[in-house]
C-alpha cells in the first residue's frame, strides 16, 4: 500500500536516570490523548512489574508483539508490520535505545520507529539520558557502569519535541528505597552503587545541559524562520583528528559533546595519512570510527601530508574550524627527544583556533609496531645519508685518534661498521658502501701499521680489513634491503587497504558517480576528479568531484584510460607511478559504475515502453468488450424506437429512452477516462496550481451523486490547499462515485483536516473493503477487484484518480475503515491562512 508523503511526529520522553517515571509520563499521556478522541494504541511497553505503571496500561489498546525464541526462551518484541497494519495516528513505544532479538526486523528499536515516522505513524517514546551515543564514556566514568545499549544522538535530536523527566536524587533514592522499583533483595546494592546520590546528581546535570542545547536548537530555528537578526555569530565547527588508533572513539565522543555544548556546531572528523595518499594507521579501527562519527551526525575526510601539524591546521583553516580535538600522545617520553609531537606543534601553530589536548587510556603508552611510520627512503633519508657517510668516517678518525690511542685495531674496526650500518639505516644502501670504503681507508692510513701509509704489514691485520669490507657492505646490504621491503609492505597496506574501501563501497551501494570520484579525490588529495567520455572530436565530463572541472585531458595533471572512449582525469598534483595500480581499480570501477546507470536507465525506459504495450494491449481488450456494451444497448434501444412495426406505449418508450440515455453517460464517462488516462501516459497533463478553498472543489464533484448518498463533514477553519481546482474535482469525483456505488447502504463521509502542512480529505464508505493485498493493485489502470462485472467499466476510475492527485502534487492511498469499509485518503499541500466557509455541510 502506497503510504502518506507526510513523515510522522516523534516526541521523546527523556529520563534523567532509570526510575523517575518516563514510561508513567508517556501512558499518562495516552489516556489524555485518548479522552480526546486520539486513534493510539501500544506497540510495546516496559513494566517491569511496577504496579502502577501496569494499571495505565488497563484502556489501551495493545498491538500484540511478535514471539522469537532466543536462548531457551521466548522474547516479545514489537511487531512493526502488525503496527503497518493496523496504520493507528499514533503508537506508544518504550526503550528507543533496545536492542532486537537476532532475526528482527531491524537490529534496533530506534529504527523500527523510524519505519513507523516514515509511515505516517506518530510515535510517542522513551529513552534514558545515559543510552545517548555521544555520553557513554562520561555516564562509565561516573557511575563505573558502561551501557550496553545506546542510541545515536540525532535520532533524539530530530524529535519533534522532547520532555524531560526529572527527579531530586534523594526522591529517587526514596522510591527505590520503598520497593517501587526493584525486588526487596536488589534495593541494597543498587543504592550502595548505581543509585548514589553523586551518579544521580551527575545523570541528572547531563540530562540537563543536553536538553539546553536541544532548547537552543529550537530557539536558533525560531530566529531562523522569523527572520530575526542581530548580533551575527559564527557557526561552531570541531575538528577532531584521527590517527587511526584505539584511543579514536574516545576522541570523536568527547568531540561530539563539546559540539553538543557549542549549539548548532558542526562535527568534523580528519585523518593525516602519510605516504602519497595511501592511508596508514588501523583500517579496522578508521572504518569503525568513520562509522562512529556518521552515526553522531558528524562527517569524514581524509587528507594527505607528511607533515601532520602543517596538514591538520590547513584541513582545520579551510573547514572554517573554531576547535581541534587532539588525543594526548601515545609516544613514550624517551621518543619526545626527536621532536615535540604533533599536539604540541598544532597548539603553538593554531592562532586563533582552539586546541584541546584529550586525555585517554592509552596515552604514554608507546605507539606500538602497528602505529610506527613506515620506513621510507625519500629524498630527506637520502640527504641524511650521504652527509652521514661523508662527514661521520672523518668526524669518527678525530674522536678515536684524539681520545682512545690504544683500543686496538678490532675495535676501531667495529666502531666505523657501527657507523656503515648507521649510515645504511638512514640513506640506504650507497651512502653505507661509501661510509665503509672511508673506513676501511681511514683505518688503514690511521690505525694499521706502518702508519700514515695504505701499506699493511701484517696480513693479519690486511684480512681484518678485508673482512671488515665485506661485511660492512652485507649489512648495508641487508639493512637497505630490508627497509625497502619494510616500506613496500606499507604501500602494499595502504592499498590493500584503500581496494577493501573500494570493494566495501561496492558492496553497501556506494556506486554513484559523484560519490566514487569524490573518494579518488579524498584518497589521493587531489583538487579534482573528472570522468570524460568522447563525443566526436571533443571530451565531455560525465561526472566530477571538486571544485573544479577538466574540459579535457590535456588539462588534468594526471589521465588513467578506462576505454577507447572514458578517460579519467585527475588535477591537484602529478601521483608517482607506484599509485597507478589503485587508481587503475577506481578508474574501472567509475566505468562500471556509468554503464550500470545506463543500464538501469535503459531498463527505465525499457520497463516504461513495457508498460506502454501493457496499457495499449489492455486498452484495446477494454475497447473491444466494455465499449461495445453500451453502444450495442444504445443501438438496441433506437432500432426498436424506429421500428414501424411496434407500437411502444409511453412507459415502455421512457425506458427505452432511460436505457439510452444510461448508456450514453456509461459510454461518455468511458471515453472521458480513457483520454485523462492517455494524457497521463504521455505526460502531458500540466495543472495550473493556485490556493483553493475545499468546496471550490467538493461541491461540484458531487454533481453526480445523489444527495442523500454523502455526508460532508470539512471544518470551518481548514486552510486553503495547492491544487489545480479542474483536475482536483475530477479526481475527487471519480474517488466519491466509486466510494457511492460499492460503499454499502449508508452514506459515504467526506471529512477534512490539517496534519503537518498538509490536508488530508477522507471519503469514507461502509462496503465490503478491499484486502490489503489488493490496494496497491486498485491504482492501477484497467483492475477490476471481485467478481464485479465486466460491463462496470474498464477500471480506470481510481487510477485517474491518483495520477490527479499526484499531479498537484498530492497523493492519494486507500486505508481500512474503522468497524469495516474502505477509505480513501486525498493528502493535499497547504496553500496559507484558513478560508472560512471551506465547505461545512451536508449533501
Known sequence: MRQIATRGRLKIYLGAAPGVGKTYAMLDEAHRRLERGADLVVGHVETYGRARTAALLDGLETVPGRETAHRDRVVTEMDVDAILARRPEGVLVDELAHTNVPGSRNEKRWQDVEELLEAGIDVVSTVNVQHLESLTDVVERITEVRPQETVPDEVVRRADQIELVDMAPES????????????????????????????????????????????????????????????????????VALTGGPEGDALIRRAARI???????????????????????????????????????????????????????????????????????????????????????????????????????????????????????????????????????????????????????????????????????????????????????????????????????????????LVFVTVAVAVSTVVDLAARRSSQAARARSEATTLSMLATSVLRGEDALPELLERVRETFGLSSVTLLERSGDGWAPVASAGPETCARPGDADVTVQVSDTLTLALDGRVLPAADRRVLAAFAYQAAAALDRQRLAEEAKEARRLAEGNRIRTALLAAVSHDLRTPLASIKAGVSSLRSPDVRWDPEDEAE???????????????????????????????????????????????????????????????????????????????VIENAVRHGGPEPVRVTASEHGGMVELRVTDRGPGVPDSAKSRMFEPFQRLGDRPRGSGVGLGLAVARGFAEAVGGDLHAEDTPGGGLTMVFALPTGGSPVVGAGKGET
Open 656 to 734: 427505452l429512452l432511460a436505457t439510452i440515455e444510461e448508456s450514453a453517460d456509461r459510454l461518455d464517462g468511458l471515453v472521458a477516462n480513457l483520454l485523462d488516462m492517455s494524457r497521463l501516459q504521455t505526460g502531458v497533463v500540466n495543472p495550473l496550481a493556485r490556493t483553493v478553498a475545499l468546496d471550490e472543489v467538493i461541491q461540484p464533484a458531487l454533481a453526480n451523486v445523489p444527495g442523500d448518498q454523502v455526508k460532508i463533514e470539512v471544518p470551518d477553519d481548514l486552510p486553503p490547499v495547492v491544487a489545480d481546482p479542474g483536475l482536483l474535482e475530477r479526481s475527487l469525483a471519480n
Open 259 to 465: 559540539a553538543a555544548r557549542a549549539g548548532r556546531a558542526d562535527l568534523v572528523a580528519v585523518h593525516v595519512a602519510r605516504g602519497k595518499g595511501l592511508r596508514d594507521g588501523s583500517p579496522e579501527a578508521l572504518a569503525r570510527q568513520r562509522a562512529l562519527v556518521e552515526s553522531l551526525g558528524g562527517s569524514y575526510h581524509q587528507v594527505t601530508g607528511d607533515d601532520v601539524p602543517k596538514a591538520l591546521l590547513e584541513f582545520a583553516r579551510a573547514a572554517n574550524a573554531t576547535q581541534i580535538v587532539l588525543g594526548s600522545s601515545r609516544r613514550s617520553r624517551w621518543q619526545y627527544a626527536f621532536g615535540p609531537g604533533v599536539g604540541t606543534t598544532v597548539a603553538r601553530a593554531s592562532d586563533d583556533v582552539d586546541v584541546h589536548i584529550v586525555t585517554h587510556d592509552y596515552a604514554g603508552k608507546g605507539r606500538g609496531p602497528a602505529a610506527v611510520p613506515p620506513t621510507s627512503l625519500g629524498r630527506g633519508r637520502r640527504t641524511a645519508g650521504w652527509l652521514l657517510a661523508l662527514f661521520g668516517p672523518p668526524a669518527l678518525t678525530g674522536v678515536l685518534s684524539a681520545a682512545v690511542r690504544h683500543l686496538g685495531l678490532p675495535t676501531e674496526l667495529l666502531f666505523f661498521l657501527a657507523l656503515a650500518v648507521g649510515v645504511a639505516l638512514v640513506g640506504g644502501l650507497w651512502p653505507a658502501i661509501v661510509a665503509a670504503v672511508a673506513g676501511f681507508l681511514l683505518v688503514n692510513w690511521f690505525f694499521t701499521p706502518p702508519v700514515h701509509t695504505l701499506t699493511v704489514a701484517h696480513l693479519e691485520n690486511a684480512l681484518a680489513l
Open 172 to 239: 529517587l533514592r526514596r522510591r527505590l528505597a520503598h520497593g517501587t522499583l526493584y525486588a526487596p533483595d536488589m534495593i541494597d546494592a543498587a543504592l550502595a552503587s548505581y543509585f548514589r546520590v553523586g551518579n544521580l546528581t551527575a545523570l541528572r546535570e547531563l540530562a540537563l545541559l543536553w536538553l539546553a542545547d536541544r532548547v537552543d536548537d529550537a530557539l536558533a530555528r525560531y530566529r531562523d524562520e522569523k527572520g530575526i537578526t542581530g548580533t551575527w555569530e559564527a557557526r561552531e565547527r570541531i575538528v
